[in-house]
């Protein structure tokens, strides 16, 4: 038996048992069924155990009847066409329909099918495996739903921000034209510096400090005598850029409404460790004292994303300032670095 691209089904080492795959394909978890297109109406000859699973139909309410038994009201013509176009061309292809399980619940089939040709080429056979596409499908909803909202968390701040640092900088300045100058200096570098997260293929890298030095400038009031950043100057990959930025953008914000840098005395220090993987130690100090917030939705977010890139994100309300620590491991550190 062989595929219809003329290749062997499956080549066997002499002393390979082959009874042994058969079992092996009964018991797989991939859900198979194979039909015989030499009978009327191509009728379903072999379903394994995860077939049955995800049906719901046991073997003998299965084995002689045609496929389309699992189709319903909400199948569409066109994924049954399709279906008919794979199976008269005689060529492997995949299919996304609706089907129904014996209990009546509907379910979206990732179904790909194909002939089994003899050794004259001819379609013995023809297999299905069938894979439930819902788990997927709430991945990419939850997937857009966390991007929303972390936009939406991203902007809010970025305008509270703006604010803070606008209200803070005129505090400072008297001269409205040295005012314009350093307000329009800081958000552009705000601004910037969010769009170069967002633009970052994931398959570069880039400079750690150019990318968050910027950042950070952009949230300090007053200016740059707040920051300190030492260690090493890694490489980001783009995959993580947008995570790491952010995470810093939330530190950053909540400093500027709560923290070390909502006060001229305030200062923040960023160590930076690359010896194993990426390890970014935020600390505040010279602020206020630190009340550890009741709600922290925009933390949960922005967690999420950093371990959505491979890393972690710790906090650490300290009375005296704030502590945290974004980390990627070593598993990530062969990206990490030139």
Request: hydrophobic fraction near 40%; glycine fraction near 8%; proline fraction near 7%.
């Amino acid at each position: 038996m062989k595929l219809a691209t003329d290749e062997p089904l499956w080549a066997c080492a002499p002393g390979f048992d082959e009874a042994g795959l058969l079992a092996t394909i009964r018991h797989t978890r991939l859900p198979l069924c194979v039909t015989d297109p030499t009978l009327p109406d191509n009728p379903i000859v072999y379903v394994n155990a995860a077939f049955c699973e995800l049906t719901g139909y046991p073997p003998e309410e299965t084995l002689g009847r045609n496929c389309r038994f699992l189709q319903g009201p909400a199948t569409t013509p066109q994924s049954v066409e399709e279906i008919g176009r794979i199976l008269a061309e005689r060529r492997v292809g995949t299919v996304e329909l609706v089907n129904y399980r014996k209990n009546g619940e509907a379910f979206i089939n990732t179904l790909q099918i194909g002939p089994l040709e003899d050794e004259n080429g001819r379609a013995r056979f023809f297999f299905g495996t069938q894979m439930d596409a819902a788990p997927q499908r709430e991945a990419e909803r939850r997937g857009r739903e966390l991007a929303t909202r972390e936009l939406e968390h991203r902007l809010r701040n970025i305008v509270n921000v703006m604010s803070v640092t606008i209200r803070m900088s005129a505090r400072d300045e008297s001269d409205p034209q040295a005012l314009a100058v350093q307000i329009e200096r800081r958000l552009r570098a705000l601004s910037d510096t969010h769009f170069r997260a967002f633009a970052t293929p994931p398959d570069e890298t880039v400079r750690l400090r150019p990318l968050i030095e910027p950042l950070l400038a952009a949230y300090a009031p007053v200016g740059a005598a707040q920051l300190e950043l030492v260690g090493a100057d890694a490489r980001v990959p783009g995959a993580a850029v947008s995570a790491l930025t952010l995470a810093l953008h939330e530190l950053a914000a909540n400093a500027v409404k709560h923290g070390a840098l909502s006060r001229a005395t305030g200062r923040v220090e960023i160590a930076v460790d690359d010896a194993e993987g990426l390890a970014l130690r935020w600390r505040e100090s010279g602020g206020p004292e630190v009340v550890p917030p009741q709600r922290r939705n925009g933390a949960a977010i922005i967690r999420s994303m950093v371990e959505a890139a491979g890393g972690r994100l710790e906090f650490d309300w300290r009375p005296e300032g704030l502590a945290a620590l974004i980390a990627f491991p070593p598993a990530t550190a062969e990206r990490l670095h030139a």
